[in-house]
C-alpha cells in the first residue's frame, strides 16, 4: 500500500504528482480530499511510485 502525502491541517494542496525511484509513470495521484494525495503501482510494478504535493496556507 502506498504512503499517502498530506498536507499540514491550515493548508491546501494545490499540485499532486507520482514519482517513480526507477523509469516514468504514466499516472496522476489520486487526491484525498483537499489536502492530500497518493499513488498506485501499475501492473507489474514492485513498488509503488511516491505521491508528491505542494501546499499553500489557507486564507
Same mark, same amino acid.
Given at each position: 500500500?502506498?504512503?499517502?502525502a498530506?498536507? *499540514?491541517?491550515?493548508?491546501?494542496?494545490?499540485? /499532486? !504528482? +507520482?514519482?517513480?525511484?526507477? %523509469?516514468?509513470? &504514466?499516472?496522476? *495521484?489520486?487526491?484525498?480530499?483537499?489536502?492530500? /494525495? !497518493? +499513488?498506485?503501482?501499475?501492473? %507489474?510494478?514492485? &513498488?509503488?511510485?511516491?505521491?508528491?504535493?505542494?501546499c499553500?496556507?489557507?486564507?
Open positions: 500500500m502506498a504512503k499517502a498530506m498536507c *499540514a491541517v491550515d493548508e491546501v494542496m494545490v499540485s /499532486a !504528482t +507520482c514519482m517513480s525511484k526507477v %523509469g516514468s509513470v &504514466d499516472e496522476a *495521484a489520486k487526491t484525498i480530499g483537499d489536502n492530500g /494525495a !497518493t +499513488c498506485d503501482a501499475q501492473s %507489474g510494478q514492485a &513498488d509503488a511510485p511516491e505521491a508528491v504535493i505542494l499553500t496556507k489557507r486564507q
